[in-house]
Protein backbone atom coordinates (compact mmCIF):
# COMPACT_ATOMS: atom_id res chain seq x y z
CA UNK A 1 0.00 0.00 0.00
CA UNK A 2 1.10 3.44 -0.75
CA UNK A 3 1.67 5.28 1.99
CA UNK A 4 0.38 9.13 3.34
CA UNK A 5 3.76 10.64 2.50
CA UNK A 6 4.54 9.72 -0.95
CA UNK A 7 4.32 11.72 -4.02
CA UNK A 8 0.54 12.43 -5.04
CA UNK A 9 0.21 14.39 -8.31
CA UNK A 10 -2.51 17.22 -8.00
CA UNK A 11 -4.84 16.95 -11.19
CA UNK A 12 -3.34 19.48 -14.08
CA UNK A 13 -7.03 20.41 -15.40
CA UNK A 14 -9.77 21.02 -12.96
CA UNK A 15 -13.20 20.87 -14.29
CA UNK A 16 -15.05 24.43 -14.86
CA UNK A 17 -18.01 24.99 -12.62
CA UNK A 18 -20.80 26.78 -13.12
CA UNK A 19 -21.05 30.44 -11.36
CA UNK A 20 -22.90 30.54 -8.41
CA UNK A 21 -26.22 32.52 -8.66
CA UNK A 22 -28.37 34.28 -6.14
CA UNK A 23 -32.58 33.16 -6.67
CA UNK A 24 -34.84 35.50 -5.40
CA UNK A 25 -38.03 34.94 -7.72
CA UNK A 26 -35.71 34.12 -10.44
CA UNK A 27 -32.31 33.92 -10.77
CA UNK A 28 -30.01 37.14 -10.44
CA UNK A 29 -27.05 38.09 -12.14
CA UNK A 30 -25.18 39.93 -9.46
CA UNK A 31 -21.71 40.95 -9.77
CA UNK A 32 -19.70 37.78 -8.89
CA UNK A 33 -17.29 39.39 -6.10
CA UNK A 34 -16.13 36.23 -4.00
CA UNK A 35 -13.54 33.63 -5.59
CA UNK A 36 -14.54 30.03 -4.60
CA UNK A 37 -10.74 28.46 -4.14
CA UNK A 38 -10.15 24.62 -4.07
CA UNK A 39 -9.56 23.71 -0.55
CA UNK A 40 -6.97 21.07 -2.33
CA UNK A 41 -4.97 23.55 -3.56
CA UNK A 42 -6.01 26.83 -2.98
CA UNK A 43 -3.78 27.82 -6.87
CA UNK A 44 -7.15 27.06 -8.22
CA UNK A 45 -10.11 29.59 -8.38
CA UNK A 46 -12.57 26.82 -9.05
CA UNK A 47 -15.96 29.35 -9.20
CA UNK A 48 -16.84 33.21 -8.44
CA UNK A 49 -19.84 33.71 -6.48
CA UNK A 50 -21.94 36.75 -5.70
CA UNK A 51 -22.47 38.63 -2.08
CA UNK A 52 -26.56 39.05 -1.44
CA UNK A 53 -27.04 42.24 0.10
CA UNK A 54 -29.25 43.37 3.16
CA UNK A 55 -31.94 44.26 0.69
CA UNK A 56 -31.84 41.28 -1.05
CA UNK A 57 -32.37 39.17 1.79
CA UNK A 58 -35.03 41.32 2.76
CA UNK A 59 -36.54 40.94 -0.95
CA UNK A 60 -36.14 37.48 -0.74
CA UNK A 61 -38.36 37.25 2.32
CA UNK A 62 -40.84 39.22 0.99
CA UNK A 63 -40.88 37.10 -2.61
CA UNK A 64 -40.60 33.71 0.06
CA UNK A 65 -44.05 35.32 1.98
CA UNK A 66 -45.45 35.01 -1.15
CA UNK A 67 -44.31 31.51 -2.42
CA UNK A 68 -45.62 30.38 0.90
CA UNK A 69 -49.05 31.33 0.26
CA UNK A 70 -48.89 29.73 -3.25
CA UNK A 71 -47.45 26.57 -2.45
CA UNK A 72 -49.22 25.72 0.62
CA UNK A 73 -51.90 25.93 -1.68
CA UNK A 74 -50.51 22.76 -4.17
CA UNK A 75 -52.48 19.97 -2.59
CA UNK A 76 -49.64 17.98 -0.57
CA UNK A 77 -49.55 15.20 -2.28
CA UNK A 78 -48.94 16.91 -5.18
CA UNK A 79 -46.12 18.75 -3.81
CA UNK A 80 -45.01 15.23 -3.65
CA UNK A 81 -44.59 14.43 -7.00
CA UNK A 82 -42.57 17.71 -7.72
CA UNK A 83 -40.14 16.63 -4.82
CA UNK A 84 -39.81 13.31 -6.37
CA UNK A 85 -39.36 14.56 -9.91
CA UNK A 86 -36.15 16.96 -8.44
CA UNK A 87 -35.02 13.22 -6.33
CA UNK A 88 -35.15 11.93 -9.92
CA UNK A 89 -33.41 15.67 -11.41
CA UNK A 90 -30.99 14.98 -8.48
CA UNK A 91 -30.04 11.55 -9.49
CA UNK A 92 -29.45 12.36 -13.10
CA UNK A 93 -27.27 15.39 -12.20
CA UNK A 94 -25.58 13.50 -9.18
CA UNK A 95 -21.84 13.81 -10.75
CA UNK A 96 -22.14 17.28 -11.51
CA UNK A 97 -23.45 18.27 -7.97
CA UNK A 98 -20.37 15.73 -6.33
CA UNK A 99 -17.49 17.80 -8.60
CA UNK A 100 -18.97 20.49 -7.46
CA UNK A 101 -19.25 19.42 -3.77
CA UNK A 102 -15.58 17.97 -3.77
CA UNK A 103 -14.08 20.90 -5.58
CA UNK A 104 -15.80 23.63 -3.23
CA UNK A 105 -15.21 21.27 0.29
CA UNK A 106 -12.49 19.23 -0.59
CA UNK A 107 -13.80 15.50 0.36
CA UNK A 108 -12.81 12.77 -2.17
CA UNK A 109 -15.27 12.52 -5.18
CA UNK A 110 -16.54 8.71 -4.04
CA UNK A 111 -17.56 10.32 -0.92
CA UNK A 112 -19.22 13.09 -2.95
CA UNK A 113 -21.08 10.83 -4.75
CA UNK A 114 -21.73 8.59 -2.10
CA UNK A 115 -23.29 12.00 -0.86
CA UNK A 116 -25.23 12.77 -3.76
CA UNK A 117 -27.37 9.48 -3.82
CA UNK A 118 -27.76 9.97 0.09
CA UNK A 119 -29.77 12.97 -1.11
CA UNK A 120 -32.34 11.53 -3.78
CA UNK A 121 -33.17 8.93 -1.41
CA UNK A 122 -33.64 11.28 1.07
CA UNK A 123 -35.70 13.49 -1.38
CA UNK A 124 -37.73 10.56 -2.31
CA UNK A 125 -38.56 9.47 1.15
CA UNK A 126 -39.93 13.24 1.63
CA UNK A 127 -42.18 12.81 -1.46
CA UNK A 128 -44.14 10.38 0.13
CA UNK A 129 -45.08 12.18 3.50
CA UNK A 130 -48.45 13.68 1.75
CA UNK A 131 -50.08 10.58 1.53
CA UNK A 132 -48.94 9.39 5.58
CA UNK A 133 -51.76 9.69 8.07
CA UNK A 134 -51.86 13.18 9.62
CA UNK A 135 -53.11 12.93 12.83
CA UNK A 136 -56.13 11.36 14.62
CA UNK A 137 -60.06 11.83 15.61
CA UNK A 138 -60.99 12.36 18.98
CA UNK A 139 -64.81 12.55 20.42
CA UNK A 140 -65.87 15.77 21.92
CA UNK A 141 -68.06 15.76 25.26
CA UNK A 142 -71.29 17.02 23.22
CA UNK A 143 -73.90 15.32 20.19
CA UNK A 144 -73.26 15.49 16.65
CA UNK A 145 -69.72 16.44 16.68
CA UNK A 146 -65.98 15.38 16.25
CA UNK A 147 -62.54 16.44 16.36
CA UNK A 148 -59.85 15.66 14.33
CA UNK A 149 -55.91 16.98 14.20
CA UNK A 150 -54.25 18.07 11.39
CA UNK A 151 -50.73 19.20 10.17
CA UNK A 152 -50.53 22.80 8.78
CA UNK A 153 -47.34 24.40 6.74
CA UNK A 154 -45.59 26.19 9.38
CA UNK A 155 -44.81 29.21 6.65
CA UNK A 156 -41.56 30.96 5.75
CA UNK A 157 -38.26 28.97 6.66
CA UNK A 158 -34.78 30.10 6.96
CA UNK A 159 -32.74 27.09 6.33
CA UNK A 160 -28.75 27.69 7.07
CA UNK A 161 -26.25 24.84 5.87
CA UNK A 162 -22.73 24.26 6.60
CA UNK A 163 -20.39 22.86 4.15
CA UNK A 164 -18.83 19.42 5.22
CA UNK A 165 -22.15 18.06 3.36
CA UNK A 166 -22.84 20.72 1.12
CA UNK A 167 -25.53 18.20 -1.20
CA UNK A 168 -27.13 15.89 1.50
CA UNK A 169 -27.74 18.41 4.31
CA UNK A 170 -29.45 21.55 2.71
CA UNK A 171 -31.21 18.45 0.85
CA UNK A 172 -32.31 17.33 3.41
CA UNK A 173 -33.88 20.51 4.81
CA UNK A 174 -35.47 21.57 1.62
CA UNK A 175 -36.76 18.54 0.81
CA UNK A 176 -39.16 18.13 4.23
CA UNK A 177 -39.65 22.06 4.09
CA UNK A 178 -41.32 21.87 0.60
CA UNK A 179 -43.50 18.71 0.87
CA UNK A 180 -45.00 19.99 4.18
CA UNK A 181 -46.13 23.19 2.20
CA UNK A 182 -43.66 25.75 3.46
CA UNK A 183 -40.93 28.13 1.35
CA UNK A 184 -37.55 27.73 1.89
CA UNK A 185 -35.17 30.86 1.96
CA UNK A 186 -31.88 29.01 1.87
CA UNK A 187 -28.48 30.21 3.09
CA UNK A 188 -25.51 27.51 2.52
CA UNK A 189 -21.80 27.54 3.58
CA UNK A 190 -19.72 30.61 1.76
CA UNK A 191 -17.53 27.65 0.99
CA UNK A 192 -19.78 25.50 -1.49
CA UNK A 193 -22.19 28.03 -3.32
CA UNK A 194 -22.02 26.47 -6.57
CA UNK A 195 -23.12 23.24 -5.05
CA UNK A 196 -26.12 25.02 -3.45
CA UNK A 197 -26.78 26.60 -6.91
CA UNK A 198 -26.87 23.36 -8.82
CA UNK A 199 -29.00 22.00 -5.70
CA UNK A 200 -32.02 24.50 -5.65
CA UNK A 201 -32.01 24.43 -9.66
CA UNK A 202 -33.32 20.57 -10.09
CA UNK A 203 -35.47 21.94 -7.49
CA UNK A 204 -36.95 24.45 -9.72
CA UNK A 205 -36.76 22.37 -12.72
CA UNK A 206 -38.85 19.88 -10.67
CA UNK A 207 -41.59 22.38 -10.86
CA UNK A 208 -41.15 24.03 -7.15
CA UNK A 209 -42.71 27.85 -8.05
CA UNK A 210 -39.93 30.18 -8.39
CA UNK A 211 -41.02 32.36 -4.93
CA UNK A 212 -41.08 29.20 -3.00
CA UNK A 213 -37.62 28.47 -3.16
CA UNK A 214 -34.96 31.39 -2.69
CA UNK A 215 -31.31 31.18 -2.56
CA UNK A 216 -29.22 33.71 -0.86
CA UNK A 217 -25.29 33.41 -1.18
CA UNK A 218 -23.23 35.60 1.26
CA UNK A 219 -21.97 36.64 4.56
CA UNK A 220 -23.48 36.00 7.73
CA UNK A 221 -22.78 39.42 8.57
CA UNK A 222 -24.54 41.00 5.71
CA UNK A 223 -27.75 38.77 5.36
CA UNK A 224 -27.49 36.38 8.31
CA UNK A 225 -29.17 38.83 10.61
CA UNK A 226 -32.77 39.12 8.49
CA UNK A 227 -33.14 35.08 8.04
CA UNK A 228 -33.33 35.34 11.78
CA UNK A 229 -35.16 38.08 12.76
CA UNK A 230 -37.64 38.97 9.91
CA UNK A 231 -41.22 38.67 11.44
CA UNK A 232 -42.20 37.12 8.45
CA UNK A 233 -39.98 34.69 9.23
CA UNK A 234 -41.54 31.15 10.95
CA UNK A 235 -38.97 29.07 11.42
CA UNK A 236 -34.82 28.84 11.21
CA UNK A 237 -33.30 25.54 10.56
CA UNK A 238 -29.47 25.24 11.31
CA UNK A 239 -26.90 22.89 10.70
CA UNK A 240 -23.52 23.88 12.01
CA UNK A 241 -21.21 24.45 15.36
CA UNK A 242 -22.93 24.42 19.15
CA UNK A 243 -21.94 28.03 19.67
CA UNK A 244 -23.18 29.67 16.65
CA UNK A 245 -26.39 27.07 16.97
CA UNK A 246 -26.99 28.60 20.18
CA UNK A 247 -26.32 32.35 19.01
CA UNK A 248 -29.01 31.97 16.69
CA UNK A 249 -31.22 29.88 18.64
CA UNK A 250 -31.23 32.81 21.38
CA UNK A 251 -31.92 35.03 18.95
CA UNK A 252 -34.89 33.48 16.92
CA UNK A 253 -36.44 31.90 19.63
CA UNK A 254 -36.81 35.34 21.49
CA UNK A 255 -38.80 36.97 18.35
CA UNK A 256 -40.69 33.65 18.87
CA UNK A 257 -40.03 31.78 16.03
CA UNK A 258 -39.41 27.94 16.22
CA UNK A 259 -35.84 26.41 15.83
CA UNK A 260 -34.23 23.44 14.87
CA UNK A 261 -30.49 23.58 14.92
CA UNK A 262 -28.24 20.20 14.60
CA UNK A 263 -25.04 21.26 15.95
CA UNK A 264 -21.87 19.32 17.60
CA UNK A 265 -20.73 16.21 18.49
CA UNK A 266 -17.74 14.37 20.42
CA UNK A 267 -19.07 10.94 19.43
CA UNK A 268 -17.63 7.78 21.16
CA UNK A 269 -17.26 4.41 19.59
CA UNK A 270 -16.68 1.50 21.89
CA UNK A 271 -14.82 -1.54 21.20
CA UNK A 272 -14.86 -3.89 23.79
CA UNK A 273 -12.77 -7.26 24.46
CA UNK A 274 -15.13 -9.56 22.28
CA UNK A 275 -16.19 -6.96 19.82
CA UNK A 276 -15.10 -8.44 15.83
CA UNK A 277 -11.95 -6.38 15.86
CA UNK A 278 -12.31 -6.72 12.09
CA UNK A 279 -15.63 -4.65 11.85
CA UNK A 280 -14.76 -2.62 14.35
CA UNK A 281 -11.27 -1.07 13.11
CA UNK A 282 -13.21 -0.50 9.88
CA UNK A 283 -15.78 1.22 11.57
CA UNK A 284 -12.90 3.52 13.03
CA UNK A 285 -11.68 4.36 9.91
CA UNK A 286 -14.87 5.52 8.15
CA UNK A 287 -16.34 7.05 10.98
CA UNK A 288 -13.04 8.92 12.22
CA UNK A 289 -11.46 9.68 8.91
CA UNK A 290 -14.59 9.83 6.68
CA UNK A 291 -14.60 13.05 5.45
CA UNK A 292 -11.20 14.09 7.31
CA UNK A 293 -13.58 13.78 10.22
CA UNK A 294 -15.50 16.66 9.41
CA UNK A 295 -18.82 15.38 10.44
CA UNK A 296 -21.03 16.07 13.42
CA UNK A 297 -21.41 12.40 13.68
CA UNK A 298 -17.53 11.51 13.23
CA UNK A 299 -16.19 8.83 15.72
CA UNK A 300 -13.48 10.87 17.28
CA UNK A 301 -13.29 9.19 20.80
CA UNK A 302 -12.41 5.20 20.91
CA UNK A 303 -13.01 3.60 24.23
CA UNK A 304 -11.19 0.74 23.83
CA UNK A 305 -11.72 -2.42 26.47
CA UNK A 306 -7.53 -2.66 27.83
CA UNK A 307 -7.66 -6.43 27.14
CA UNK A 308 -7.47 -5.21 23.20
CA UNK A 309 -6.07 -1.64 23.87
CA UNK A 310 -2.62 -2.45 22.68
CA UNK A 311 -4.20 -4.47 19.39
CA UNK A 312 -6.39 -1.58 18.29
CA UNK A 313 -3.58 0.83 18.82
CA UNK A 314 -1.67 -1.25 16.25
CA UNK A 315 -3.64 -2.07 14.19
CA UNK A 316 -5.08 1.59 13.62
CA UNK A 317 -1.45 3.08 13.41
CA UNK A 318 -0.99 1.02 10.32
CA UNK A 319 -4.25 1.60 8.85
CA UNK A 320 -4.16 5.28 9.25
CA UNK A 321 -0.04 5.55 7.61
CA UNK A 322 -2.15 3.33 4.30
CA UNK A 323 -5.04 6.75 4.08
CA UNK A 324 -3.40 8.05 0.80
CA UNK A 325 -3.95 12.28 1.21
CA UNK A 326 -4.32 14.08 -1.46
CA UNK A 327 -6.78 16.10 -3.77
CA UNK A 328 -10.14 14.77 -4.06
CA UNK A 329 -10.32 14.17 -7.40
CA UNK A 330 -7.46 12.44 -7.98
CA UNK A 331 -8.04 8.25 -8.08
CA UNK A 332 -7.25 6.29 -4.98
CA UNK A 333 -7.25 9.29 -2.80
CA UNK A 334 -9.38 8.73 0.41
CA UNK A 335 -8.42 12.07 2.59
CA UNK A 336 -8.81 15.46 1.34
CA UNK A 337 -7.95 18.76 2.99
CA UNK A 338 -9.78 20.53 5.66
CA UNK A 339 -12.40 22.85 3.66
CA UNK A 340 -10.54 25.88 4.78
CA UNK A 341 -7.70 28.08 6.37
CA UNK A 342 -10.05 28.64 8.93
CA UNK A 343 -11.07 25.18 9.21
CA UNK A 344 -7.45 23.88 9.45
CA UNK A 345 -6.29 26.88 12.04
CA UNK A 346 -8.89 25.17 14.30
CA UNK A 347 -8.31 21.89 14.09
CA UNK A 348 -4.53 22.93 14.53
CA UNK A 349 -5.26 24.66 17.87
CA UNK A 350 -7.00 21.73 19.01
CA UNK A 351 -4.58 19.26 18.39
CA UNK A 352 -2.38 21.42 20.43
CA UNK A 353 -4.77 21.77 23.49
CA UNK A 354 -5.07 18.23 23.03
CA UNK A 355 -1.11 17.55 23.27
CA UNK A 356 -0.84 20.15 25.97
CA UNK A 357 -3.80 18.18 28.05
CA UNK A 358 -1.36 15.22 28.12
CA UNK A 359 -2.42 13.55 24.79
CA UNK A 360 0.08 11.53 22.98
CA UNK A 361 0.38 11.82 18.86
CA UNK A 362 0.81 7.88 17.36
CA UNK A 363 0.90 9.23 13.75
CA UNK A 364 0.38 12.08 11.72
CA UNK A 365 0.47 15.44 14.09
CA UNK A 366 1.17 18.09 11.16
CA UNK A 367 0.28 19.36 8.28
CA UNK A 368 1.03 17.14 5.10
CA UNK A 369 4.42 16.70 4.18
CA UNK A 370 4.44 16.33 0.36
CA UNK A 371 5.17 19.28 -1.67
CA UNK A 372 2.18 18.66 -3.99
CA UNK A 373 0.28 19.22 -1.16
CA UNK A 374 1.56 22.36 0.32
CA UNK A 375 -0.93 24.67 -0.91
CA UNK A 376 -3.67 22.77 0.18
CA UNK A 377 -5.08 22.56 3.89
CA UNK A 378 -4.26 18.93 4.51
CA UNK A 379 -4.03 17.83 7.86
CA UNK A 380 -1.87 14.06 8.22
CA UNK A 381 -4.63 11.67 10.03
CA UNK A 382 -4.19 11.29 13.19
CA UNK A 383 -4.28 9.02 16.03
CA UNK A 384 -3.66 9.97 19.34
CA UNK A 385 -3.89 7.97 22.80
CA UNK A 386 -3.96 9.47 26.12
CA UNK A 387 -6.09 10.25 29.50
CA UNK A 388 -10.30 10.52 29.25
CA UNK A 389 -9.93 13.83 30.07
CA UNK A 390 -8.65 16.88 28.43
CA UNK A 391 -9.50 18.70 24.56
CA UNK A 392 -8.87 15.00 23.00
CA UNK A 393 -11.54 13.93 25.06
CA UNK A 394 -14.22 16.12 25.42
CA UNK A 395 -13.30 19.00 22.57
CA UNK A 396 -15.24 18.62 19.17
CA UNK A 397 -11.81 18.92 16.87
CA UNK A 398 -13.68 19.34 13.56
CA UNK A 399 -10.94 17.17 11.22
CA UNK A 400 -9.03 13.98 11.17
CA UNK A 401 -8.38 13.52 14.95
CA UNK A 402 -9.06 10.62 16.47
CA UNK A 403 -8.32 9.58 19.81
CA UNK A 404 -7.97 6.14 21.85
CA UNK A 405 -8.57 5.55 25.47
CA UNK A 406 -8.80 2.48 27.39
CA UNK A 407 -11.26 1.24 29.56
CA UNK A 408 -11.91 -1.66 32.12
CA UNK A 409 -15.15 -2.67 31.97
CA UNK A 410 -18.64 -1.36 30.05
CA UNK A 411 -19.64 0.78 33.15
CA UNK A 412 -16.91 2.95 32.50
CA UNK A 413 -17.69 2.86 28.69
CA UNK A 414 -21.25 4.41 29.35
CA UNK A 415 -19.96 6.65 32.01
CA UNK A 416 -16.90 8.19 29.79
CA UNK A 417 -19.42 8.41 27.08
CA UNK A 418 -22.08 10.12 29.34
CA UNK A 419 -19.67 12.60 30.35
CA UNK A 420 -18.89 14.70 27.65
CA UNK A 421 -21.38 18.27 26.91
CA UNK A 422 -21.96 16.36 23.76
CA UNK A 423 -24.95 13.67 22.90
CA UNK A 424 -25.37 13.37 19.27
CA UNK A 425 -24.07 9.84 18.26
CA UNK A 426 -22.65 6.09 19.99
CA UNK A 427 -21.45 3.06 19.09
CA UNK A 428 -20.69 0.10 20.95
CA UNK A 429 -19.11 -3.00 19.22
CA UNK A 430 -19.23 -6.03 21.32
CA UNK A 431 -21.33 -9.44 20.90
CA UNK A 432 -22.68 -9.32 24.73
CA UNK A 433 -26.04 -8.90 25.15
CA UNK A 434 -25.77 -7.38 28.39
CA UNK A 435 -23.16 -5.09 27.39
CA UNK A 436 -25.04 -4.01 24.19
CA UNK A 437 -28.26 -3.41 25.76
CA UNK A 438 -26.83 -1.39 28.67
CA UNK A 439 -25.48 0.86 26.05
CA UNK A 440 -28.76 1.61 24.27
CA UNK A 441 -30.15 2.23 27.45
CA UNK A 442 -28.02 4.07 30.00
CA UNK A 443 -26.62 6.21 27.20
CA UNK A 444 -27.31 10.00 26.50
CA UNK A 445 -27.07 10.42 23.13
CA UNK A 446 -29.48 11.29 20.40
CA UNK A 447 -28.70 7.87 18.04
CA UNK A 448 -26.92 4.76 19.49
CA UNK A 449 -25.71 1.91 17.34
CA UNK A 450 -24.20 -1.28 18.30
CA UNK A 451 -21.85 -3.35 16.04
CA UNK A 452 -22.10 -0.03 13.26
CA UNK A 453 -20.10 3.06 12.84
CA UNK A 454 -21.05 6.11 14.50
CA UNK A 455 -22.26 8.02 11.50
CA UNK A 456 -24.74 7.39 9.18
CA UNK A 457 -28.59 9.15 8.78
CA UNK A 458 -31.56 7.05 7.30
CA UNK A 459 -34.36 9.03 6.04
CA UNK A 460 -37.07 7.62 7.50
CA UNK A 461 -35.97 7.60 11.26
CA UNK A 462 -35.46 10.49 13.51
CA UNK A 463 -31.51 12.28 13.29
CA UNK A 464 -30.84 14.42 16.15
CA UNK A 465 -29.14 14.72 19.62
CA UNK A 466 -29.31 15.84 23.04
CA UNK A 467 -27.73 18.63 25.35
CA UNK A 468 -25.09 20.88 23.41
CA UNK A 469 -25.79 18.42 20.28
CA UNK A 470 -29.36 19.82 19.34
CA UNK A 471 -31.98 22.06 20.24
CA UNK A 472 -35.44 21.57 18.58
CA UNK A 473 -36.82 18.80 17.01
CA UNK A 474 -34.88 15.89 14.94
CA UNK A 475 -34.14 15.96 11.30
CA UNK A 476 -35.04 13.57 9.28
CA UNK A 477 -37.50 11.02 10.38
CA UNK A 478 -39.21 13.26 12.58
CA UNK A 479 -38.76 16.05 10.36
CA UNK A 480 -42.50 17.08 10.24
CA UNK A 481 -42.23 17.97 13.98
CA UNK A 482 -40.76 21.18 12.81
CA UNK A 483 -42.03 21.94 9.34
CA UNK A 484 -45.49 21.49 10.36
CA UNK A 485 -47.98 22.99 13.08
CA UNK A 486 -50.18 20.56 14.54
CA UNK A 487 -53.71 22.24 15.21
CA UNK A 488 -56.86 20.52 16.65
CA UNK A 489 -60.34 21.01 14.30
CA UNK A 490 -63.26 20.74 16.48
CA UNK A 491 -66.59 20.34 14.41
CA UNK A 492 -70.10 20.20 14.84
CA UNK A 493 -72.38 19.02 11.59
CA UNK A 494 -75.82 19.96 13.55
CA UNK A 495 -76.71 22.90 15.09
C1 LIG B 1 -23.59 11.27 8.45
O1 LIG B 1 -23.08 10.89 9.48
O2 LIG B 1 -23.43 10.66 7.41
O3 LIG B 1 -23.09 17.70 9.80
C2 LIG B 1 -24.45 12.47 8.41
C3 LIG B 1 -23.07 16.48 9.99
C4 LIG B 1 -24.38 15.76 10.19
C5 LIG B 1 -24.66 14.81 9.13
C6 LIG B 1 -23.90 13.55 9.27
N1 LIG B 1 -25.42 16.74 10.27
O4 LIG B 1 -22.02 15.91 10.00
Request: hydrophobic residues 35%.
Given at each position: MPRAHERTTIINTLPQLPPARLHIGGWIENSHNAEVRDPADTRNIVASAPRATRAQAIEAVQVAVRGSLEWRAVPAIQRGEVIRRASEIIAERAEQLAVAATLEMGKPIAESRGEAARAVEHARYF????????GYTANLNEPDAQAFTLRSPIGVVSVITPWNFPIMIPNWKIAPALAHGNSVILKPAEVSPVTATLLVQCYLDAGVPASALSLLIGKSSEIGDVLLT?????GVTFTGSTEVGRKISATAVGLGKRVQAEMGGKNALVIMDDANLDKALEAVMVGGFGTSGQR?????RILVHEAVFEEVQRRLTEAVGQLRVGH???????AGPLASESALEDVMQGLERAVADGATVVAGGSRAEDSDLANGWFLQPTLLTGPATGAAFS?????PIVSLHSIKDIDEAIRLNNEVEYGLSASIYTSNLEAANRFIFETDTGMVHVNRPTVGAEPHLPFGGSKASAIGPSELGAAHQFFTKTRSAHVRWKF
Open positions: STVGREAQAPEIACTSSSGLTAGINEEIFG
